[in-house]
């Protein structure tokens, strides 16, 4: 139990597709300064629960709870740009956010060349600024929208597969920013994953979900939980439950090993 903050709760939460019941009675706690990531199978209803937790669709039953005034930031699964349109990655973070006024209706940008590179400062990616954002590498993307996030400066950080994309080399990297960035902004973070090697590693809570919660708690607990053992078998239960991150390099944005310097912190 924590004493932090209560920033997301969602009661009994349904919701019915057609005749199909996605999911079905789902409770989520989020505290501030928390990590929780919800883990499932293919169509277990996890980027359906995040819909709903974000307020973009409606639940079928159920209560969704956030704290007043809280600031989301979110991360969906990929970057999504017209091919045809040149756009940097300075225009991209500038574009002002759905539900806000229109282009024409502002005197000046949502947010200041300023605000920008220092969100791309805290994610590595100040050099991508002048790049077309159609060029970027899948970890660079996922940098990029990190940026956009954090120009909101959220209480709650929502990432949808932060690691899509990224190669095996780059997504411990991409975990440990995302635990850095909870530590600099004392927010809460609730993610989705599929990477059961790196759960144990990058979060502080697990939520097993089949359409309803299979099991919940610390990841070691969660590992030993009969329900995960029949969802995705013994091995990677162990696999989840033994691996930890520690090395003395860090990967570039590329998937390069660098040598870490002294004012390095890698887990």
């Known amino acids: 139990m924590t004493d932090s903050p209560l920033l997301l709760s ?16 789902v409770d989520l706690n989020l505290h501030r300064g928390e990590i929780l990531t919800v883990i499932g199978p293919n169509g277990a209803g996890k980027t359906c629960l995040i819909r709903i937790a974000l307020g973009l669709m409606p639940a079928s039953g159920g209560t969704r709870w956030l704290a007043p005034g809280l600031r989301i930031g979110y991360l969906p699964q990929k970057l999504r740009l017209n091919p045809y349109l040149p756009l940097t990655v300075a225009d991209f973070l500038a574009l002002p956010e ?6 024409w209706q502002r005197s000046q940008p949502p947010y200041s060349r300023q605000d920008i590179l220092k969100a791309l400062a805290e994610v590595g990616a100040e050099h991508l600024l002048m790049q077309q954002a159609q060029s970027l590498s899948g970890g660079e993307q996922q940098r990029v929208l990190l940026a956009r996030a954090l120009l909101r400066r959220p209480d709650l950080l929502v990432l949808d597969e932060p690691v899509q994309g990224v190669d095996l080399a780059g997504q411990a990297e991409l975990y440990a920013l995302i635990r850095e960035l909870r530590d600099r902004y004392g927010c809460g973070v609730l993610m989705v994953s599929h ?15 089949n359409g309803h919660v299979c099991c919940t708690g610390h990841p070691e607990a969660v590992s030993r939980h009969p329900e995960y053992h029949r969802l995705f078998g013994l091995r990677a239960s162990n696999d989840l439950a033994i691996y930890t991150h520690h090395h003395d390099h860090h990967h570039t944005l590329h998937g390069d090993a660098a040598r870490c310097g002294e004012d390095c912190h890698h887990d």
Request: hydrophobic share 50%.
């Open 10 to 25: 969602l009661e009994k939460v349904r919701w019915v597709h057609g005749e199909r019941l996605v999911l079905d009675g």
């Open 98 to 103: 759905a539900g806000g006024k229109h282009w």
């Open 195 to 209: 990477d059961l090697h790196v759960v144990m590693a990058a979060t502080d809570q697990v939520l097993c979900l």
